[in-house]
């Protein structure tokens, strides 16, 4: 069973998205229309809210969660995830927001407090420390993160198209599992 009410708090699903029985969504756990949930996928919307956007897709063995609210942060630090995002394989998301047309490499980690603007490239095992802002059209890289360079168009282009690709993906398992 891939959704789990916590505390009489289910999650929150859109139209026409793939959740693979193998993942598990916890609590508080938002998710727009045709966004995807890949293989061992573990969001845990327990003492804060997971939100997650449209067309998005959250690769296998990726683990999303957050920090409850304290008296030094109220507000503590949720998940919120914008549209056309493609997060790889085992991607660690704690307490962060990411805009839109982001691509989070495989292995990345984006610790509590980072923000990511739109059309931003984190390479494949990438940390982001707390805290910290990327800026839009950048690739960031390494271990902790630097701002490599602006992005290629060609890089640009592919924000989108990965998304598109993923939707595209999410629609035949839709079709093979009727
Ligand atoms: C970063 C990335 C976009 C390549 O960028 P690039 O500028 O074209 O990099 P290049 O392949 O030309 O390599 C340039 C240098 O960066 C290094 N490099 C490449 N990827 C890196 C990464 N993720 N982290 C750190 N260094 C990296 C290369 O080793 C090379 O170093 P060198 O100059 O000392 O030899 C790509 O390697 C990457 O990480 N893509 C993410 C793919 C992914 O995870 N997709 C999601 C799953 S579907």
Redesign the pocket.
């Known amino acids: 069973m891939a959704l789990r009410t916590y505390k009489s708090v289910a999650p929150n699903i859109g139209e026409r998205c793939y959740i693979d029985d193998s993942s598990v969504l916890v609590g508080d756990v938002t998710l727009g229309d045709d966004s995807s949930i890949w293989p061992l996928v573990a969001a845990r919307g327990d003492v804060n809210k997971i939100q997650i956007g449209e067309r998005t897709n959250v690769?296998d063995g990726s683990v999303l969660h957050v920090t409850r609210r304290t008296t030094q942060f109220p507000e503590g630090f949720p998940l919120i995830i914008g549209d056309d995002v493609?997060v790889?394989?085992k991607c660690m998301l704690h307490g962060c927001q990411l805009g839109n047309r982001i691509?989070v490499?495989?292995g990345a980690i984006i610790m509590d407090g980072a923000v990511v603007e739109d059309d931003v490239?984190i390479?494949?095992?990438?940390l982001v420390p707390p805290n910290k802002r990327l800026e839009s059209g950048y690739?960031y890289?390494?271990n902790p993160m630097q701002k490599?360079r602006p992005l290629k168009d060609s890089e640009s282009a592919f924000l989108k198209q990965s998304a598109i690709n993923y939707v595209m993906l999410k629609d035949e398992y839709i079709e093979d599992s009727l």
């Open positions: 690769q493609t790889g394989h691509l490499g495989m490239f390479g494949a095992g990438t690739l890289v390494g490599k």
